[in-house]
């Protein structure tokens, strides 16, 4: 079977080697890869997907992540786990993280005050109370935001002015296998599945159970989809040498099978891969959904290089809008749709244990690891945050309306986008300039 292909990315190299092991042993009839068709529980195929990644938004996105603003992220990586004490922590060099020198930050990040500044124009009440205010009131009405925030939050954010926050570039650190496994690597997804996943009473947490509310459904499917991810690079990047001389990554072809092979998987293999797809899809209407947050004038991407982060605002905007063409969008309506008193207390639920498994990557040990499981798990709470916040967000571009409790800081900012590049580089279909073949 031959698929027609957009760009190469470490999904398709996976699938050529994958073709070339599979036809060695004489199962060149068989094709556990392939993912085509309608999503369930979206109006959304895998070919639409496809093509509006590939052609349209998967060059301006990976652009974008290469700037200053989004490529610095600050991040705790030493905050102690809090649900088990026996946390063994990965020895091997592989595992360390390389976090920034001071100058090579830029000042603007590293200003505590650079926080969008703007001309102020007192138009609000609040504008005025924080003009006129004590220092010590204004404290207190910048934690009442804070509180009314938090509520809003389905992950736990790092506290940047902890003394342990460090910055880290992410191009520099990136996400690949470090020979971090075994049992305590079980021990994070097992804790993930078996410990959110509201007490189902189908066998296993590891795969989605019939009848299955479509709430319930869609976070099954959100985690799976993380995984899947995470899982992709790992064997995409895999170390598969290292001694005194050199650190050697590459393609794992049998560690990929073992994950989406339908046959080694028991038919589970190839629903995870769709579940990406669903994940995709999330965070794509999320960063449609967030563009008037981004549109205010007073919004800036700010690292004191004033050309540059104007520019980079432009291509932000740019990647948003397009973002909001896509014609098959996920219908968020679709969820906490019933009774109004049950719908809260479900969204709550699962606010609740997504920001539970966010904690869970506190505990991971290996560094490496523990940066990109934080940063995609903050990524992907952002993205449910901004999906249930539509008054709020509706409310910023209604005109003398006070102002609205919706916010996001840089740390939400720079792990969305991340986030989502870490799927975008990953659909099935984006391929390189040769076809690839899928067994």
């Known amino acids: 079977m031959i698929m027609s292909v957009g760009r190469l990315t470490v999904f398709a190299a996976l699938l050529a080697s994958i073709m070339q092991v599979a036809f060695s042993r004489g199962a ?14 979206c109006a959304c195929d895998v070919e639409t997907i496809d093509a509006f990644n590939n052609d ?4 301006k996105l990976q652009k974008l992540l290469e700037s200053d603003y989004f490529r610095f992220y600050k991040v ?3 905050k102690p786990c809090p649900f088990w004490t026996d946390n063994n922590q990965c020895g091997m060099s592989s595992c360390a993280v390389q976090p920034c020198s001071p100058n090579e930050v830029p000042e603007g990040i590293k200003s505590s005050n650079h926080k969008y500044k703007r001309r102020f ?3 609000h009440p609040m504008d005025f109370l924080t003009v006129v205010c004590s220092e010590k009131t204004r404290e207190a009405l910048q934690n009442w935001n804070l509180h009314d ?3 809003e939050r389905f992950c736990v954010i790092d506290d940047v002015e902890s003394p342990d926050a460090q910055y880290v570039d992410l191009l ?7 020979g971090y496994k075994g049992p305590a690597a079980w021990q994070i997804w097992n804790s993930i599945y078996e410990e959110n996943c509201f007490k189902q009473t189908c066998f296993s947490c590891f795969s989605s159970c019939p009848g299955q509310c479509v709430e319930k459904r869609a976070f099954y499917r959100l985690i799976s989809g993380l995984h899947s991810s995470i899982n992709i690079h790992l064997s995409a ?4 040498d290292d001694n005194w001389f050199q650190k050697k990554w590459s393609h794992n072809v049998s560690e990929f099978q073992q994950r989406f092979d339908s046959e080694l998987t028991a038919g589970e293999g190839p629903k995870r891969l769709r579940n990406l797809y669903f994940l995709y899809l999330i965070e794509l209407r999320a960063l449609a959904k967030a563009l008037p947050f981004f549109q205010q004038s007073s919004f800036q991407l700010y690292t004191g290089q004033p050309r540059k982060d104007q520019a980079h605002k432009e291509l932000l905007l740019e990647v948003l809008r397009l973002a909001d063409t896509f014609p098959l969008h996920f219908n968020e309506n679709s969820l906490f749709a019933g009774d109004e008193k049950e719908a809260g207390k479900l969204k709550e639920d699962i606010r609740l244990s997504f920001k539970n498994i966010s904690r869970i990557m506190d505990c991971v040990g290996c560094f490496k690891c523990r940066l990109w499981g934080k940063l995609q798990t903050q990524g992907l709470g952002t993205a449910l945050k901004v999906l249930f916040s539509r008054r709020q967000i509706d409310d910023l571009t209604k005109p003398n309306v006070p102002r609205p409790a ?18 975008d580089t990953l659909t099935p279909l984006q391929y390189g300039s040769d076809d690839v073949y899928c067994l």
């Open 28 to 41: 060149g009839d068989r094709c556990f890869c392939q993912v085509t068709g309608n999503l369930d529980d």
């Open 56 to 59: 349209q938004l998967f060059p």
């Open 76 to 78: 705790n990586l030493d």
């Open 121 to 123: 124009k007192v138009s």
């Open 149 to 151: 925030d938090e509520a």
């Open 172 to 178: 520099l650190n990136p996400e690949r296998f470090t």
């Open 237 to 240: 990047r895999y170390l598969m």
């Open 406 to 423: 919706f916010q996001l800081n840089r740390q939400e900012i720079v792990s969305i986008f991340n986030a989502f590049g870490r799927y």
